[in-house]
């Protein structure tokens, strides 16, 4: 017995030796053949459609670079769309912050029970509401050491009186509260109404729209 090794060259051609000296013929691959030749095919076909592609004008450039910087502008509008999206509701919000409109108002001023506290509120005179001038003529006078025992009764009756007058709010503001709505929806409303009697009438928001002494309706 005897064995054979066989050698590709680069020109597809292979050739055989055998121990016992005896050498075989060269002979060519038909299926490397067939693709070299459809490789050949398939490049000659992408170069002659490249040439066949016209080359596109400066318009026709233009558009495209248009085309692509597209999408850029579509954000821009639309970010210039929602800033005026964003300015006409704080507009609609001032709106109905000056007249009272329930439709715009921010979450936590909405609903008829927060309507009839500020009502109650507005309709009355709550020393709470004068706590800031009093402050004010306080800090004066404290600096004016002669004044000093002045400073300090009048400060002192400023704090009891604010609390007196919170307390009876609040009892009278539960008790219209009830008379008027289920307890389940009344909650948070005392808190409300009292965070708005230490404002100053002129300075809240929404807007009064009841005047001191009004009488409030029993239906809201």
């Known amino acids: 017995m005897f064995r054979r090794r066989i050698t590709s060259n680069p020109t597809g051609d292979s050739t055989g030796d055998s121990t016992g000296g005896s050498t075989g013929g060269s002979t060519a691959d038909p299926t490397a053949e067939r693709s070299e030749e459809t ?12 040439k066949s592609t016209p080359t596109p004008t400066r318009r026709q450039a233009e558009a495209a670079r248009r085309e692509r910087l597209k999408p850029t502008t579509d954000r821009k509008q639309r970010a210039k769309r929602d800033r005026q999206r964003r300015a006409e509701e704080r507009r609609k919000v001032r709106a109905s912050l000056a ?16 309507r009839f506290a500020r009502d109650f509120v507005d309709s009355r005179r709550n020393v709470a509401q004068y706590l800031l001038p009093l402050l004010f003529v306080v800090l004066l006078l404290s600096l004016y050491p002669p004044l000093a ?12 009186l604010t609390t007196v007058d919170s307390i009876w709010m609040s009892v009278r503001f539960r008790r219209e509260l009830r008379a008027r709505f289920e307890p389940a929806r ?3 409303a005392t808190s409300y109404a009292l965070l708005r009697s230490t404002q100053l009438r002129r300075l809240r928001l929404p807007k009064p729209q009841v ?10």
């Open 186 to 188: 009344a909650k948070g």
């Open 39 to 50: 490789i050949r095919r398939l490049q000659a076909r992408a170069e002659a459609e490249r």
């Open 99 to 114: 007249a009272g409109d329930d439709k715009h108002l921010p979450p936590r001023d909405q609903g008829p029970v927060r």
């Open 211 to 220: 005047a001191y002494g009004d009488k409030l309706p029993q239906r809201y």
């Open 149 to 160: 025992q002045a400073y300090f009764l009048l400060w002192s009756l400023t704090i009891a």
